[in-house]
């Protein structure tokens, strides 16, 4: 079980996970209804701006529940090892938003809308690293991008919350750079998304 809550914008209730599901629990009526029944973890779960809502990633592809329903929406299906949605890779987390930041998505300010980033990993070599902390050392093999070495390419989604396949961002223009999608955000009116590229 998890001891973190998450409280909602309002602070009348908060969210806690409990054996691979989601729970919200109701300050008021000292009630915790389930959100999830859905075998594998959530992770990276945040209420949208209204509250009504709860996204997560599952199995790498982005979900949103409904809070007092509870009802999923799935909004990507091509999650694998390989593709990433929602979730920041090793690369994307260290260097780029911060390590131990894993979360990749960002909800529009009217609870419409989430943008995503999508990463593939499936031209990122594997590297080999020795746990030392056991008493007999295992070796971990992860995906991971040495100096010259292909990087995961990224796209940025754009999905609404009552689900239907994600508009995603043209950046082809920046193809010859091989980009990097370092900052994204909403304009205040949630009108659009902003973002910015580096090159490598």
Do not use: C
């Not at 990122?124 to 070796?139: C, K, Q």
């Not at 100096?147 to 508009?167: C, K, T």
Request: aromatic residues 12%; charged residues 20%; glycine residues 6%.
């Amino acid at each position: 079980m998890s001891s973190a809550l998450t409280f909602n914008p309002s602070h009348d209730g908060a969210l806690f996970q409990f054996a691979d599901d989601l729970y919200f629990y109701d300050f008021g009526t000292a009630r915790a209804s389930r959100l999830t029944s859905t075998p594998g973890s959530e992770d990276e779960a945040t209420f949208s701006p209204d509250g009504r809502h709860v996204a997560f990633v599952r199995a790498n592809n982005l979900v949103v529940a409904d809070v007092a329903t509870p009802h999923e929406t799935v909004l990507t299906t091509d999650g694998s090892p390989q593709i990433l949605n929602g979730v920041l890779d090793w690369l994307y987390q260290e260097e780029l938003y911060g390590r131990g930041r894993f979360r990749g998505y960002w909800w529009s300010p009217d609870s419409s809308r989430i943008a995503f980033l999508q990463l593939d990993e499936r031209h990122v070599l594997a590297y080999t690293i020795t746990d030392h902390l056991p008493y007999r050392p295992e070796l971990e093999v992860s995906p991971y991008p040495k100096a010259g070495d292909p990087n995961p390419i990224a796209r940025l989604g754009i999905s609404r919350i009552s689900g239907g396949n994600p508009d995603w961002v043209d950046l082809s223009s920046y193809a010859d750079v091989e980009p990097l999608i370092v900052n994204v955000d909403w304009t205040p009116a949630a009108s659009e998304v902003v973002f910015q590229i580096q090159d490598r």
